[in-house]
């Protein structure tokens, strides 16, 4: 069982930053995959980032390349989410997710744990 808490959201003038974090703990933080996945009302829930076990492979949407950064702190079993240039089409609810299973990737249901989320509104 792997336990997920977010944190850093909050609200944001367009242009700005923030930096979410989660922590992790449960299992060996080093042998799973992290994502970020957002939800917006009204929508999907989304892929945005992962860095994946075994080989830290990283992914990004397409939608947030250039402007988002995922990082992983495994002395602190911390995955975080570095965005910049925050639009008001970012604001959503974003989830942290994690899997046991290698290289989980860009998908929904390649994650089997997620957190409770954290608020992110962008203002104009």
């Known amino acids: 069982q792997v336990q997920l808490v977010e944190s850093g959201g909050g609200l944001v003038q367009a242009g700005g930053s923030l930096r979410l974090s989660c922590a992790a703990s449960?299992?060996?933080?080093?042998?799973?995959?992290m994502g970020w996945f957002r939800q917006a009302p009204g929508k999907e829930r989304e892929f945005v980032a992962a860095?994946?076990?075994?080989?830290?492979?990283?992914y990004y949407a397409d939608s947030v390349k250039g402007r988002f950064t995922i990082s992983r702190d495994y002395a602190k079993n911390t995955v975080y989410l570095q965005m910049n240039t925050l639009k008001p089409e970012d604001t959503a609810v974003y989830y942290c997710?994690?899997?046991?299973?290698?290289?989980?990737?860009?998908?929904?249901?390649?994650?089997?744990?997620w957190g409770q989320g954290t608020q992110v509104t962008v203002s104009s």
């Open positions: 997710a994690a899997s046991t299973k290698p290289d989980s990737g860009t998908t929904r249901t390649g994650y089997d744990y």
């Open positions: 860095k994946n076990w075994p080989a830290d492979r990283i």
């Open positions: 449960g299992r060996p933080f080093s042998s799973y995959s």
